[in-house]
Structures are given as structure tokens and as C-alpha cells.
């Protein structure tokens, strides 16, 4: 859309907003279905309408306005759950091996890839990045799709004193004292996060992320906070941030979401927390680069105020495929001809409402069986009500007509429980996952050798998916690289100390001064193929 790159700001806000009611337009129907999938994974089942119908208020009790089902407390089981936490630990439990090359065969060069490579693992342990796979692999199963953010924020990090430069970049002295003059200067540290399909949005009529002309993030944050982050001179800061106030219109992505964050397990219910503070709509816009903007271009909208507007290009790296935001998104499995992914969840729900179904039936009728129905003339003086059962009582009954007869219960034929089985392998086939990937052997297989033939099945129905996992984590590591090279202008203490525990004294010096620039340019990082998938070692088996 040419009014994204306008130099009317009013313009841009304009083509904003209706690019904003659109997102929310094309997901109304596709948070219903997350709702729900979440809902379900998480074991709460008895909800009869996920999500349709709109959200309690702020002091409300329920996280969605359905009607339960009336069969609440029957028996239910959760086979979802399990099928989700095998892949999940499929996907995260081996580290990625990672390959740093140099861009040239110069011995700097190769020096600054091996430093670069030992940076990288370091920061593996100290970003959390397990934990952030984790989370990825939750949410790319339940909606489809997760993205992976890695960004520089400036407020993190301890305070580091740094001499006062002037225009030329010499340092500005003291006429006082005749020392050079220092300023306190908060050091920063590069972030990785997921973020969830609630909150990203962007250029739904193309079908791959590589053809998106925008995308953008919405999160609520404290009115406060955004005075204070953006409220400052600067290229790019408009000076309106003292404008923002509190938004009452949230919408409905991000209404789902704060209302999960509050929702209890089995019940579904949900109190959602009073305000405490003044709380606003956030949204972060990214505009792909063209001629006009060759950088692309990034706007901060808070509380339908423009509050940063800049065409710097602050996340545009060379070389770098999708180098102009800041997300790498993954897709567990491709929706033809749609852009967000196909959730193995939603997939497996109305099969877990047919067992719950089963299940139902089966707890009636356990319930029930061991409870007799009396069948009596109507000319008899029997009363069915005094036939309370227990040993060693004698009834008596006056009248004509037959002896009252007892109606026993019927037990559930034998087709109901073979269907219950028969759902959970359907189950279990749709997701690829075996029973010996979750731990369990199948019935009658007890050899090594065939289980482990089991587990390399079972790997190999997943192939495609741990090629675009492995493909999803080298392109955030690329991204997080570049972040670090460009955004990190101080040492890091504690990537330091980190990297000094694992290597000893020998690169001390190094390690003391690094900084983002030391990262050669032209660096390459790639993950060694396959190295994130689970290894089985012959003649041994290693279950999930």
C-alpha cells in the first residue's frame, strides 16, 4: 500500500487503523478456533462454544460468555496432552550444533567466526533460548504458527561509565577540573522472545512470509511506561508521547489473550485482575523497504497516538533473508493457500469430543447397571419406592396380576470400547506420533530391535517438520547475531563472566572488551542438519 510509505504521518495512521480492523476481521474465527484448542490441551473440555460470543468484562467470573454443557463432571480423559508434550520434547530435546563460517579465509577473519560461534553458545544458556523453543513448539502446535522475536532493549543491563564525546568525537573535559567528563549509560542486552499469533499480524493476501509487505505487533503496556520509553528527542521520536491515555477499546486478539493469561486449569474460569494502572494498546508497525523507503520503515503507535516514526532501518541487515522486522515465524505444518499454519490440535479436538462422548456413556452406564428397574402389574399394592435393596430383606406385595420382576441393566456392547480405541490410533496417526515416541511399547513388542525400529519410524514421519524447526532457529540465531553485532556498544558483564567459565584465562583480554563490532562482517551461522533431531543409538533404545 503506497499511503504506508506517505510523508503525511495522518495518512499513514489512517492506512494503519484500517489494516488493524482487517487483522481483526480475518481472526475473529481463527482465535475461536486457538480458544478452543488451548482450552482442550490444557484439559479443560466441558465448554459447549469456545469463545464465540464475546468475553466477560474486567470483574467477570468466566473467560468466555458460552453455556457449559450440562455433562460438566462427567469422567473425561485427555489424550491431546500427551500427544502434544511428545512432539514438543521431540522438537527441544537436543541442542542445535551450531556452525559459524568466516567471510573470508583471512586468519582475523576465522578468528572472529570461532569467537563468534563460542558468543553464540554462551548465549544460549544465558537467553534462555530452551525455554524459548519450548514455548515455540506450545504455541506452533495449538494455533499453527509462532514467531520468534529477537530485539535490543536499551533498559536492560547494568550502568556502564562512559566519557563525554562532543560532535567530533573527542571527549568533552571538565573546565573545572580538568578531567575529561563521564555520564552513566545503561549498557542494554539483547532479547529473544515468542510471540503468539494474538499479537502478530501483517500482509494476509500473500501466502509465505517472504512476500509480506508489513507486519505488526500489539501488546498493552502501562500509559506510564510508554510516556517514559518514548517521550524524548531523538530521530525518529515525534514528541507526542505525552499525549497517550488509557485505552478502553481493546481488541479482540489481544482480548483472548490477556484473558487466557488469567484462566484457571479444569474450570475455565477467569478473574481477571482490577487495573492498577492505566493500561494502553501498543502497536509496533514495520513497513517492508522500496524505493522510497529503502530502509523500510517503522512507526510505534500507543493509544492512537504516533509516538516513533523512523526510516532508519533499525532491524535491516545485508544479506538477510526477511532482514527488514524482527520475527522469524515458524509454521508446524502449511495451510494451503493461507499464510498462518494448520494446528495440529484442531485437528485432534473433534476426535477427543467423540471419546468424551464414549467416555460419558460408558460412566452412565457403569453407573447405572448395578441399579435394578422393577416391572409390576398396575393392579398390584407393590410400591417400587419401598424396594431399597440390601441382604437379607424380604419383600411382600397384594394383588393380582404377575410377580413383580426385576429389570436388570444391560452392559455397553463391545463395539463402543473398540471405538474408543480405535479414536485414540486415529489420534496418534494424525500427529505422527508412535506409542514407543511417548514412552510406552505397543502391545506384544518386546525386542530392542523392533522397538527401536518403531522409534526411527516415528522420527522419520517427522522429517519435514524437524527440517523447518531446524530452518526456524537458524534464521532467529542469524537474526539474534546481527542484533548483537549491531545494537551492543559496551561490554557485557555477564555475557563475560559466562564465556570466562567456559574457556578459563586463555581469552581473558578478548572476552573483558567485547563488544557487538567485534563480529566480523560477513559471518555466516548455520545449524548442522539434523543435529536438532533426538539420535537413537543402535542396539539401545532411548524412549521419550
Known amino acids: 500500500m503506497k499511503s504506508l510509505y506517505s510523508d503525511n504521518r495522518g495518512t499513514v495512521e489512517s492506512a494503519i487503523k484500517e489494516l488493524m480492523q482487517e487483522d481483526d476481521s480475518v481472526k475473529s474465527s481463527l482465535v475461536n478456533t486457538w480458544n478452543e484448542n488451548i482450552c482442550f490441551a490444557n484439559g479443560i473440555q466441558h465448554m459447549s462454544n469456545f ?18 454443557s450440562r455433562q460438566k463432571n462427567f469422567y473425561k480423559t485427555n489424550e491431546i496432552a500427551p500427544i502434544v508434550r511428545t512432539l514438543v520434547s521431540f522438537l527441544t530435546r537436543a541442542r542445535p550444533a551450531l556452525t ?10 576465522k578468528l572472529s567466526a570461532d569467537f563468534t560461534r563460542k558468543v553464540m553458545d554462551a548465549k544460549y544458556d544465558l537467553d534462555a533460548e530452551r525455554e524459548c523453543s519450548r514455548m515455540a513448539a506450545y ?26 564525546l562532543d560532535e567530533m568525537g573527542n571527549e568533552v573535559i571538565d573546565p573545572e ?32 512470509f517472504e512476500d509480506i509487505s508489513y507486519i505488526h505487533e500489539s501488546y498493552l503496556a502501562d500509559v506510564e511506561w510508554v510516556r517514559e520509553s518514548f517521550d524524548r528527542e531523538g530521530d525518529g521520536y515525534t514528541g507526542l508521547a505525552g499525549q497517550v491515555t488509557g485505552d478502553n477499546a481493546i481488541g479482540l486478539n489481544l482480548q483472548s489473550l490477556q484473558q487466557l493469561r488469567f484462566t484457571s486449569d479444569v474450570t475455565g474460569s477467569s478473574k481477571v485482575p482490577g487495573k492498577s494502572k492505566e493500561k494502553t494498546t501498543v502497536t509496533e508497525f514495520y513497513i517492508k523497504p522500496n524505493r522510497d523507503k529503502p530502509k523500510g520503515r517503522m512507526l510505534v503507535i500507543a493509544g492512537g497516538v504516533c509516538v516513533y516514526d523512523s526510516d532508519r532501518g533499525e532491524y535491516v541487515f545485508d544479506g538477510l533473508s526477511g532482514s527488514w522486522h524482527p520475527y522469524t515465524p515458524w509454521v508446524y505444518e502449511p495451510f494451503v493457500g493461507r499464510l498462518l499454519g494448520k494446528s495440529l490440535v484442531a485437528e485432534l479436538v473433534p476426535l477427543q469430543r ?3 462422548e464414549i467416555n460419558e456413556s460408558v460412566l452412565k452406564n457403569a453407573n447405572t447397571v448395578g ?47 473398540n471405538e474408543r480405541q480405535t479414536l485414540v490410533d486415529q489420534m496418534v496417526r494424525i500427529a505422527g506420533t508412535n506409542f514407543v515416541m511417548s514412552g510406552n511399547a505397543p502391545s506384544g513388542v518386546t525386542a530392542a530391535a523392533a522397538l527401536e525400529m518403531l522409534l526411527q519410524n516415528a522420527s522419520s514421519q517427522q522429517s519435514d517438520t524437524s527440517i523447518t524447526w531446524e530452518q526456524f532457529h537458524e534464521r532467529g540465531y542469524c ?16 555475557l563475560s563472566n559466562y564465556l570466562q567459565s567456559m574457556t578459563g584465562d586463555a581469552l581473558s583480554t578478548e572476552l573483558d572488551a567485547f563488544i557487538g563490532s567485534d563480529i566480523a562482517d560477513g559471518v555466516t551461522l548455520k545449524i548442522e542438519a539434523g543435529s536438532m533431531m533426538p539420535k537413537w543409538r543402535s542396539s539401545s533404545v532411548t524412549l521419550l
Open 177 to 208: 577540573t580538568g578531567q575529561p567528563q563521564v555520564e552513566q549509560k545503561q549498557v542494554g542486552n539483547n532479547v529473544a522472545v515468542i510471540k503468539t499469533p494474538y499479537e502478530i499480524g501483517c500482509d494476509f493476501s500473500v501466502s509465505s
Open 354 to 356: 467423540r471419546l468424551n
Open 51 to 68: 469463545g464465540r460470543g464475546g468475553f466477560s468484562n474486567e470483574n467477570g467470573n468466566r473467560i468466555f460468555s458460552e453455556k457449559e
Open 100 to 109: 559459524v563460517g568466516s567471510a573470508d579465509k583471512t586468519e582475523k577473519s
Open 371 to 417: 441399579q435394578v428397574d422393577i416391572l409390576t402389574s398396575k393392579l398390584s399394592k407393590f410400591e417400587a419406592k419401598n424396594f431399597e435393596g440390601g441382604g437379607g430383606k424380604v419383600y411382600t406385595w397384594s394383588g393380582v396380576g404377575p410377580t413383580p420382576e426385576k429389570w436388570q441393566g444391560m452392559p455397553l456392547p463391545i463395539q463402543f470400547f
Open 139 to 164: 504455541w506452533g502446535l495449538l494455533t499453527g504458527t509462532a514467531f520468534r522475536k529477537d530485539y535490543y532493549d536499551y533498559t536492560l543491563g547494568p550502568l556502564a561509565t562512559l566519557p563525554v
Open 479 to 494: 537474526k539474534k547475531m546481527n542484533v548483537i553485532k549491531k545494537f551492543a556498544e559496551f561490554p557485557n558483564a555477564d
